[in-house]
């Protein structure tokens, strides 16, 4: 098997930048110019505007005190240096304001990427910076007591995308789903399943006050009259119940990661809260933080000391009653995924967890493990829009509108991109018909049209009688259109953006760069004629439509989002 082709253009332009620079600085050294303890760091950026140049460096403003000159000054002569190096990738550096040196490169370096991506192929984008760090990305971990609603939804496509995005990048991560079976509220599914059952045999039973009022109960009940059969009816309510109990939880199961299939996402495990209870985890864990001295006894209760590492205020963990709070099983449970050999924790939660963070980081740092281990997200609400007004209900659910219900309107390819195009501490407004139109006004269509565009620009110069083999020798340095140019600055860009986005844990990075590189495809096909009777442009050209087409079909099932060769 071929070795991975580990491709980062930006920063192999980077880095030979910085060696010329540093190159200059050594020279300017030797000749006195500046004194030989002078040292600063040697940064490297991207001008958002192209007229000042490739990439620039305010290496100068940092060097100019222990260097005695002025930062302008200094930055002529590291200009003048580098100029006279003659790099062959360095068409010329220019300095500009107060000290920044601007450099622009070669048009060399237009052929350098373009052959690096196609090289690299399924690979573009890939890297070990993950160096095999082992995460664990918890996600969505509903209650097991009702259908997925849409903050579910939104926390599947971030949760899911940044497994992809972390695996594609070096990581080994594993996507978890942490499934509450132990609490009271699986015991009230099973009295409204009772009830409901007990209502289809005609009875007038009372319906629990905090029951589940969706219909989906009424569901489950008359699959449990078919399947477990009316002798229900003649069982001691409580052992009904309990039977019932497990019923309705392996039904709400099987129905959530149906629902998650078809939204792409499978977790890698699902573990059980009662499963820990069982085992148990939860004294293990509580014995653990006994042996640091950190729980006390006080009104009859057992409490953590959290405040010795930040939190806000001392936790109960276990109440006057015996019972614990929801607060010790999760402690039990990441201790649980700590010891399954993971050093990275990511939650991503929903927006009624605002005080887990606190919390969280205190018991992960009483078992021992330091600063940096556990990354909480809190997602913001999401709000679905039809036609200007918010929609709030669904059918089958009855409070809230579930997943099922989303993707009933809305391609799932659609649904993933809207609710990572956010950044995960906004607030996101969810336009229905906007994310179910086959138009440029739907961002995810517009992306995927760069990709179809592109493999349609293949076919259409088959069909033609073009040699596509002509791509291979191409001299792509002849790509010097403005939009040419500009696309293949966005491209090359794709690997950085991919790590800063892993990062940030910001899968809303990898969105808005996709539209960033479809916008410039788009200006680049309607300004420039792909094949010509220029041959050698033309192979140039569909070199770089190539190119293209391998960035978008590599980074678009990062989101979960696939890449059609025909629209």
Same mark, same amino acid.
């Given at each position: 098997?071929?070795?991975?082709?580990?491709?980062?253009?930006?920063?192999?332009?980077?880095?030979?930048?910085?060696?010329?620079?540093?190159?200059?600085?050594?020279?300017?050294?030797?000749?006195?110019?500046?004194?030989?303890?002078a040292?600063?760091?040697?940064?490297?950026?991207?001008?958002?505007?192209?007229?000042?140049?490739?990439?620039?460096?305010p290496?100068?403003?940092?060097l100019?005190?222990?260097?005695?000159?002025?930062p302008?000054?200094?930055?002529?002569?590291?200009?003048?240096?580098?100029?006279?190096?003659?790099?062959?990738l360095?068409?010329?550096?220019e300095?500009?304001?107060?000290?920044?040196?601007?450099?622009?490169?070669?048009?060399?370096?237009l052929?350098y990427?373009?052959?690096?991506?196609?090289?690299?192929?399924?690979?573009?984008?890939?890297?070990?910076?993950g160096?095999?760090?082992?995460?664990n990305?918890?996600?969505?971990?509903?209650n097991?007591?009702?259908?997925?609603?849409?903050?579910?939804?939104?926390?599947?496509?971030?949760?899911?995308?940044?497994?992809?995005?972390?695996?594609?990048?070096?990581?080994?991560?594993?996507?978890?789903?942490?499934?509450?079976?132990?609490?009271?509220?699986?015991?009230?599914?099973?009295?409204s399943?009772?009830?409901?059952?007990r209502?289809?045999?005609?009875?007038?039973?009372?319906?629990?006050?905090?029951?589940?009022?969706?219909?989906?109960v009424?569901?489950?009940?008359?699959?449990?009259?078919?399947?477990?059969?009316?002798?229900?009816?003649?069982?001691?309510?409580?052992?009904?119940?309990?039977?019932?109990?497990?019923?309705?939880?392996?039904?709400?199961?099987?129905?959530?990661?149906?629902?998650l299939?078809?939204?792409?996402?499978?977790?890698?495990?699902?573990?059980?809260?009662?499963?820990?209870?069982?085992?148990?985890?939860?004294?293990?864990?509580?014995?653990?933080?006994?042996?640091?001295?950190?729980?006390?006894?006080?009104?009859?209760a057992?409490?953590?000391?959290?405040?010795?590492?930040?939190?806000?205020?001392?936790?109960?963990?276990?109440?006057?009653?015996?019972?614990?709070?929801?607060?010790?099983?999760?402690?039990?449970?990441?201790?649980?995924?700590?010891?399954?050999?993971?050093?990275?924790?990511?939650?991503?939660?929903?927006?009624d967890?605002?005080?887990?963070q606190?919390?969280?980081?205190?018991?992960?740092?009483?078992?021992?493990?330091?600063?940096g281990?556990?990354?909480?997200?809190?997602l913001?609400?999401?709000?679905?829009?039809?036609?200007?007004?918010?929609?709030?209900?669904?059918?089958?659910a @009855? %409070? $809230?509108?579930?997943?099922?219900?989303?993707?009933?309107? =809305?391609?799932? !390819? &659609? +649904?993933?991109?809207?609710?990572?195009?956010?950044?995960?501490?906004?607030?996101?407004?969810?336009?229905?018909?906007?994310?179910?139109?086959?138009?440029?006004?739907?961002?995810?269509?517009?992306?995927?049209?760069?990709?179809?565009?592109?493999?349609?620009?293949?076919?259409?110069?088959?069909?033609?009688?073009?040699?596509?083999?002509?791509?291979?020798?191409?001299?792509?340095?002849?790509?010097?259109?403005?939009?040419?140019?500009?696309?293949?600055?966005?491209?090359?860009?794709?690997?950085d953006?991919?790590w800063?986005?892993?990062?940030?844990?910001?899968?809303?990075?990898?969105?808005?760069?996709?539209?960033?590189?479809? @916008? %410039? $495809?788009?200006?680049?096909?309607?300004?420039?004629?792909? =094949?010509?009777? !220029? &041959? +050698?442009?033309?192979?140039?050209?569909?070199?770089?439509?190539?190119?293209?087409?391998?960035?978008?079909?590599?980074?678009?099932?990062?989101?979960?989002?696939?890449?059609?060769?025909?629209?």
């Amino acid at each position: 098997m071929p070795a991975m082709q580990h491709v980062n253009i930006s920063k192999d332009l980077k880095d030979d930048i910085v060696r010329a620079i540093e190159k200059a600085i050594a020279r300017l050294k030797s000749e006195g110019a500046i004194p030989s303890e002078a040292a600063a760091p040697v940064p490297i950026e991207i001008p958002k505007d192209p007229k000042f140049g490739d990439f620039a460096s305010p290496v100068a403003l940092a060097l100019a005190r222990e260097a005695r000159l002025k930062p302008r000054d200094l930055a002529v002569r590291i200009a003048e240096e580098v100029t006279l190096e003659k790099d062959p990738l360095i068409l010329k550096a220019e300095v500009a304001g107060p000290g920044f040196i601007n450099f622009y490169l070669a048009d060399r370096w237009l052929d350098y990427a373009v052959k690096a991506v196609r090289k690299a192929g399924a690979d573009y984008g890939r890297s070990a910076n993950g160096a095999g760090e082992r995460v664990n990305v918890e996600f969505v971990s509903a209650n097991p007591v009702g259908p997925l609603n849409i903050v579910n939804a939104r926390a599947a496509a971030v949760g899911d995308s940044l497994t992809r995005m972390m695996n594609f990048t070096g990581y080994r991560a594993e996507s978890e789903f942490y499934v509450n079976d132990a609490g009271n509220q699986v015991s009230v599914l099973a009295d409204s399943v009772y009830a409901r059952f007990r209502q289809s045999l005609g009875e007038d039973y009372p319906f629990p006050e905090e029951g589940y009022q969706g219909l989906y109960v009424k569901d489950i009940a008359e699959r449990a009259r078919e399947e477990l059969g009316e002798g229900l009816a003649e069982m001691p309510p409580e052992e009904a119940k309990s039977l019932l109990k497990k019923y309705s939880l392996k039904q709400m199961l099987d129905w959530q990661k149906k629902s998650l299939k078809a939204y792409d996402v499978e977790f890698g495990t699902w573990t059980s809260e009662k499963g820990l209870r069982d085992e148990g985890a939860v004294e293990a864990a509580l014995d653990r933080m006994r042996g640091n001295d950190d729980l006390y006894e006080e009104e009859g209760a057992v409490w953590f000391k959290s405040t010795k590492y930040g939190d806000d205020k001392d936790r109960v963990m276990i109440k006057g009653d015996g019972e614990y709070t929801y607060v010790a099983p999760d402690f039990a449970y990441h201790l649980d995924k700590l010891g399954r050999g993971f050093t990275k924790l990511i939650d991503v939660l929903g927006p009624d967890h605002h005080g887990y963070q606190g919390r969280m980081q205190a018991g992960i740092k009483s078992f021992g493990y330091p600063e940096g281990t556990l990354y909480v997200l809190i997602l913001q609400l999401v709000t679905l829009l039809r036609g200007g007004e918010a929609v709030k209900m669904s059918k089958r659910a @009855g %409070e $809230f509108i579930t997943m099922d219900d989303l993707l009933e309107e =809305v391609p799932k !390819d &659609a +649904a993933r991109y809207f609710f990572i195009m956010r950044n995960t501490n906004s607030h996101l407004e969810f336009d229905m018909e906007v994310a179910a139109k086959s138009t440029p006004d739907n961002p995810v269509w517009y992306v995927q049209y760069a990709h179809a565009r592109c493999c349609s620009i293949f076919e259409k110069a088959q069909r033609e009688g073009t040699d596509l083999g002509l791509m291979e020798g191409a001299d792509c340095s002849l790509l010097t259109h403005p939009t040419e140019t500009a696309l293949i600055r966005r491209m090359s860009v794709f690997p950085d953006e991919l790590w800063a986005a892993v990062g940030e844990l910001q899968p809303s990075r990898m969105a808005r760069y996709a539209y960033e590189l479809a @916008g %410039e $495809f788009h200006r680049f096909y309607t300004e420039c004629r792909v =094949v010509s009777e !220029d &041959a +050698a442009l033309s192979a140039a050209r569909l070199a770089l439509v190539d190119a293209v087409r391998i960035t978008i079909a590599n980074l678009l099932p990062l989101m979960g989002i696939s890449a059609p060769e025909r629209m």
